[in-house]
Nanobody, 115 residues
Framework: VQLQASGGGLVQSGGSPRISCAAS????????VGWFRQAPGKEREGVSC????????SYSDSVKGRFTISIDKAKNTVYLQMNNLKPEDTAVYYC?????????WGQGTLVTVSS
């Protein structure tokens, strides 16, 4: 599966952008899909995960209640709706698709939150 993330950019604090990750070569519903982020000088951290086969989503404590992950199966695209953004949400956001044997990564999209 190939993943192409998009939708990042400069956003004001409190903004609500949505970033996307379009998949090709395989069906996203066959994977556990997720969003990770890496802030400058920090390690990559998990933000959200969605397991289509279980219908279960999960979120890190830092974004719970503000971010929502979703999948449009017809478009084979996973989204991350981000609400009430804070400057500490500034990071490169990466989408992933995971099987028991391998993790596939998108190229990342930069989200910069201005205060």
């Amino acid at each position: 599966v190939q993943l192409q993330a998009s939708g990042g950019g400069l956003v004001q604090s409190g903004g609500s952008p949505r970033i996307s990750c379009a998949a090709s070569g395989s069906t996203l519903a066959d994977y556990a899909v997720g969003w990770f982020r890496q802030a400058p000088g920090k390690e990559r951290e998990g933000v959200s995960c969605f397991r289509s086969f279980e219908g279960v989503s999960s979120y890190s404590d830092s974004v719970k209640g503000r971010f929502t992950i979703s999948i449009d199966k017809a478009k084979n695209t996973v989204y991350l709706q981000m609400n009430n953004l804070k400057p500490e949400d500034t990071a490169v956001y990466y989408c992933s698709a995971e099987t028991p044997n391998k993790v596939y990564w998108g190229q990342g999209t930069l989200v910069t939150v201005s205060s």
